[in-house]
């Protein structure tokens, strides 16, 4: 069974969210601090997690930052914080999506679905090992990249968007799109989630290019990894 895990500090909020993914089949575990969450993560197998921000102990972008390089499931910001500076700074640092409070449980329950569908099927997809395009490697099975044999480190969204990018070369796709086809949904669409995780990209692989790039903006139609 897939586990789930909630770092929620409002146990009423954490219960809620419990019976509904419960009920939709998930096994899920509550801890109620940062410092709990953070051990759990260290230890424990999950197939997702739900951070929210604002936890005692240690907050959530602090263990966003310790994981971030070393974990690659699906992890998901669920915050009262709505200015657009939180969401922005939680993907940086490496979360895979962000929802608002107040949110329906059908809309939580069907971004976990869609998040894990999503890891799986990629995980799933192994008929070509590597990719390489000049200096950039792509190991699909072991979900790693690497230019020039230097190993690049990206959080779990970052590689499935570039690697959906490198295996679509010279295709333009607009952020809707990779929203539908990478995150697995079109009906919360929010751009700003994929210019963010573009930026991250191309600043992780261009540090190791002396400022070459693989993915290129198409202004006004979207994104295309150029080959």
């Known amino acids: 069974m897939r586990r789930i895990l909630i770092i929620e500090d409002d146990k009423s909020i954490s219960e809620i969210q419990k019976d509904y993914l419960e009920m939709s089949g998930y ?44 974990k690659e499931i699906p992890i998901l910001i669920v915050s009262a914080k709505s200015d657009e500076l939180y969401k922005i700074k939680g993907l940086n640092l490496g979360a895979d999506d962000y929802i608002t409070k107040p949110f329906s449980m059908g809309e939580l329950v069907a971004r976990v679905n869609s998040h894990i569908k999503t890891y799986e099927r990629f995980n799933e997809s192994t008929k070509i090992k590597l990719i390489t395009v000049g200096a950039l490697s792509i190991d699909k099975r072991d979900r790693r990249v690497y230019i020039d044999d230097k190993e690049i480190f990206l959080t779990q969204k970052e590689f499935d968007l570039l690697l959906f990018l490198a295996e679509n070369p010279n295709i333009v796709f607009s952020k809707e799109q990779l929203l539908e086809r990478v995150w697995g949904y079109d009906f919360f ?31 006004g139609a979207g994104y295309r990894f150029k080959i």
């Open 27 to 70: 096994e899920v575990k509550c801890v109620y601090d940062g410092n709990a969450g953070l051990e759990c993560i260290k230890n424990e197998g999950f197939s997702l997690i739900i951070l929210d921000l604002m936890l005692p102990e240690k907050d959530g972008f602090q263990i966003l930052k310790e994981i971030s390089d070393t």
């Open 189 to 219: 669409s929010d751009a700003s989630t994929i210019t963010v995780h573009i930026a991250r990209i191309r600043e992780k692989l261009e540090a190791s290019l002396d400022g070459g790039q693989y993915i290129e903006t198409v202004w």
